[in-house]
């Protein structure tokens, strides 16, 4: 379970979102504004549509794939999720 601090945070989340499938994936969460930006950039690179969406708080979970928080920040930053994909028999983000 994830537990995340009340206080207000610069922190970033990045995910991506594949239109294809309407899926999106978390790729990695509680990054401050540069290292989100560089991390966008690389996915940018690899020819992914990443984006940052900003974190309210810091999300203790470490597997950003298992963090509710992450979930509710994303679903909060752009409305109700696209459905889920199964990876490796555990529920995910992305494909």
């Known amino acids: 379970m994830c537990r995340c601090t009340h206080e207000t945070s610069d922190l970033?989340?990045?995910?991506?979102?594949?239109?294809?499938?309407?899926?999106?994936c978390v790729c990695t969460h509680n990054l401050d504004a540069e290292d989100a930006s560089q991390e966008v950039a690389e996915l940018r690179r690899d020819g992914l549509p990443a984006f940052t969406v900003d974190q309210h708080s810091r999300h203790l979970q470490?597997?950003?794939?298992?963090?509710?928080?992450?979930?509710?920040?994303?679903?909060?930053?752009?409305?109700?999720p696209p459905s889920f994909k199964v990876r490796t028999g555990r529920t995910r983000f992305c494909p």
């Open 12 to 24: 970033k989340l990045v995910m991506n979102f594949d239109r294809r499938t309407q899926t999106y």
């Open 62 to 80: 470490v597997d950003p794939d298992e963090c509710p928080a992450c979930r509710a920040g994303v679903e909060h930053s752009v409305g109700p």
